[in-house]
């Protein structure tokens, strides 16, 4: 019954060739469109639905796997965890004893100068559902999204650093971006002499780079960088990377600095979402700008 | 209603619209298996194959049109810009619609052989766009194409077997 169809003659419709340059023009225009502006997030909200759905299903296999090792977790292992940890704590204790002191200190000494108090930061526990399967980028995604009051451009962290941002937001689940991920960067200063530098990720597993840095620029094997907040987005004083290599060669302008990054990026199922940060005062406009936004030919760009 | 089908294609005749869509989820669910590290790397694109596959097999049945929705999916599932996948998935389309007869002439062998460039165009679309868009190419992704092409013969004889059981059960 099927064959008849495929022995048509007449009304078969556009000839492929017509067809391919259709969809081709079709995709070219979308691309154009979802890169340039937002209009299709909403489209693509609604599409994610069944896809997620599918997605989960296909997690499911390795996520069983985890669970049942979790579940035949032996009894030694759970005490050795468990003393372990609470070592930890008993270090940890006594640490925070000590950070609580100096945090009253410099309250106090910060207020006697004026300078704006550093707050502390409310957060939110999220878990990893998924890792991008794109060779291109270094992705993964979180268990919450709108609905628990995410917002695109918060930080994700793990306990011992900065893992990554969130760039895009969906109602249950929220795409993060590593800072390993080639198109990614953070502020950082060095903890040590506060020197200021930009970190970007280079796409790699485990490597982010100092682009930009003078080749005499005081950096050593071993230093750690933390996020210096110029920017607004992180919040100062995050652990961020520490510097494995530095390769000075007086015949390029920029040394080559390697580092790794502190946080588990590509280990751990839970992560946590900074919120709340507070907002710096906007920058004021340069001349250009005010010059570009008077001028009647140069329409004015939102971002 | 086979006999007036060439021998050639004489089973062909028993794939109804739920078993291509099947295979389709199928390919679909296991290029989102949780792949990471050098697994990504040199993971073959199963929805490009089965696509490919149905497009050279079912050229009246499957073509451009769908190609391109199962890329819009996948466009959403990679979180990549809408078009990227599509755009890749039309042109393979169309290289398998094109080439139908000729692909289906040859045995396994060559069949992979023909395959392949196919397979290589669309990654190399995808990459291209990746590239305008970003400035850097990933240079390993091209190696997945090769294990996609080597997967040809057995998804083929798979699909052509599974696709004979469902032939004779129809008949009685």
Same mark, same amino acid.
């Given at each position: 019954?099927?064959?008849?169809?495929?022995?048509?003659?007449?009304?078969?419709?556009?000839?492929? &060739? &017509?067809?391919l340059?259709?969809? &081709?023009?079709?995709?070219?225009?979308?691309?154009?469109?979802?890169?340039?502006?937002?209009?299709?997030?909403?489209?693509?909200?609604i599409?994610?639905?069944?896809?997620?759905?599918?997605?989960?299903?296909?997690?499911?296999?390795?996520?069983?796997?985890?669970?049942?090792?979790?579940?035949?977790?032996?009894?030694? +292992?759970?005490?050795?965890?468990?003393e372990?940890?609470?070592?930890?704590?008993?270090?940890?204790?006594?640490?925070?004893?000590?950070?609580?002191?100096?945090?009253?200190?410099v309250g106090?000494?910060?207020?006697l100068?004026?300078?704006?108090?550093?707050?502390?930061?409310?957060?939110?526990?999220?878990?990893?559902i998924?890792v991008?399967?794109?060779?291109?980028?270094?992705?993964?995604?979180?268990?919450?999204?709108?609905?628990?009051?995410?917002?695109?451009?918060?930080?994700?962290?793990?306990?011992?650093?900065v893992?990554?941002?969130?760039t +895009?937001?969906?109602p249950?689940?929220?795409?993060?971006?590593?800072?390993?991920?080639?198109?990614?960067?953070v502020?950082v200063?060095?903890?040590?002499?506060?020197?200021?530098?930009?970190?970007f990720?280079?796409?790699?597993?485990?490597?982010?780079?100092l682009r930009?840095?003078?080749v005499?620029?005081e950096i050593?094997?071993?230093?750690?960088?933390?996020?210096?907040?110029l920017?607004?987005?992180?919040?100062?004083?995050?652990?961020?990377? +520490?510097?494995t290599?530095?390769?000075?060669?007086?015949a390029y302008?920029?040394?080559?600095?390697?580092?790794?990054?502190?946080?588990?990026?590509?280990?751990n199922?839970?992560?946590?979402?900074?919120?709340?940060?507070?907002?710096?005062?906007?920058?004021?406009?340069?001349?250009?700008?005010?010059?570009?936004?008077?001028?009647?030919?140069?329409?004015?760009?939102?971002? | 209603?086979?006999e007036?089908a060439?021998?050639?294609?004489?089973?062909?005749?028993?794939?109804?619209g739920?078993?291509?869509?099947?295979?389709?989820?199928?390919?679909?669910?296991?290029?989102?298996?949780?792949?990471?590290?050098?697994?990504?790397?040199?993971?073959?694109?199963?929805?490009?194959?089965?696509?490919?596959?149905w497009?050279?097999?079912?050229?009246? $049945?499957?073509?451009?049109?769908?190609?391109?929705?199962?890329?819009?999916?996948?466009? #959403?599932?990679?979180?990549?810009?809408?078009g990227?996948?599509a755009?890749?998935?039309?042109?393979?389309?169309?290289?398998? #619609?094109?080439?139908? $007869?000729?692909?289906?002439?040859?045995?396994?062998?060559?069949?992979?052989?023909?395959?392949?460039?196919?397979?290589?165009?669309?990654?190399?679309?995808?990459?291209?766009?990746?590239?305008?868009l970003?400035?850097?190419?990933?240079?390993?992704?091209?190696?997945?194409?090769?294990?996609?092409?080597?997967?040809?013969?057995?998804?083929?004889?798979?699909?052509?077997?599974? $696709?004979?059981l $469902?032939?004779?059960?129809?008949?009685?």
């Amino acid at each position: 019954m099927e064959h008849t169809r495929s022995f048509r003659f007449f009304n078969r419709g556009p000839s492929e &060739a &017509a067809r391919l340059v259709f969809f &081709a023009l079709l995709s070219l225009l979308l691309l154009f469109v979802d890169a340039r502006f937002k209009y299709l997030e909403y489209a693509r909200n609604i599409l994610f639905v069944p896809v997620n759905a599918l997605q989960s299903l296909a997690t499911l296999p390795s996520k069983l796997w985890h669970e049942a090792g979790e579940y035949l977790i032996t009894q030694t +292992r759970l005490v050795q965890d468990n003393e372990q940890l609470r070592l930890n704590n008993t270090e940890q204790a006594a640490q925070l004893q000590q950070l609580q002191v100096l945090q009253a200190e410099v309250g106090h000494l910060r207020s006697l100068l004026a300078i704006q108090q550093r707050a502390e930061y409310p957060m939110q526990l999220a878990e990893i559902i998924f890792v991008e399967r794109d060779i291109f980028k270094r992705k993964l995604f979180l268990n919450k999204g709108s609905s628990a009051n995410v917002l695109a451009g918060q930080i994700v962290i793990d306990e011992t650093g900065v893992v990554g941002q969130i760039t +895009r937001v969906y109602p249950w689940v929220s795409e993060v971006t590593l800072i390993t991920d080639k198109d990614h960067t953070v502020p950082v200063q060095v903890l040590r002499n506060g020197l200021r530098a930009i970190a970007f990720g280079s796409g790699g597993a485990g490597e982010i780079t100092l682009r930009y840095t003078p080749v005499n620029a005081e950096i050593e094997v071993g230093d750690v960088l933390v996020t210096s907040g110029l920017d607004g987005t992180y919040p100062p004083g995050l652990p961020v990377a +520490r510097v494995t290599q530095v390769e000075r060669n007086p015949a390029y302008p920029f040394a080559r600095i390697a580092c790794t990054p502190l946080a588990g990026v590509d280990k751990n199922r839970q992560l946590l979402i900074l919120t709340g940060l507070p907002k710096l005062p906007t920058r004021p406009e340069t001349e250009v700008e005010k010059v570009v936004r008077k001028s009647p030919k140069f329409p004015h760009k939102t971002p | 209603m086979s006999e007036s089908a060439p021998r050639s294609q004489e089973f062909l005749s028993a794939s109804s619209g739920s078993f291509i869509v099947g295979s389709m989820l199928i390919a679909l669910l296991l290029n989102w298996l949780p792949w990471q590290g050098w697994g990504l790397a040199l993971r073959p694109d199963f929805v490009a194959l089965i696509l490919l596959y149905w497009c050279t097999h079912k050229p009246y $049945r499957v073509g451009i049109g769908i190609a391109w929705m199962v890329g819009i999916l996948a466009d #959403v599932a990679d979180a990549s810009l809408f078009g990227q996948h599509a755009l890749a998935y039309s042109v393979l389309a169309f290289g398998g #619609v094109v080439l139908h $007869r000729r692909v289906q002439m040859f045995d396994l062998r060559q069949q992979t052989l023909q395959v392949f460039p196919l397979l290589l165009l669309s990654q190399a679309i995808y990459a291209t766009v990746h590239w305008q868009l970003s400035g850097h190419m990933v240079w390993e992704y091209f190696i997945s194409s090769i294990f996609s092409a080597a997967l040809w013969a057995p998804l083929t004889i798979m699909l052509q077997s599974l $696709r004979r059981l $469902r032939n004779h059960s129809d008949q009685l």
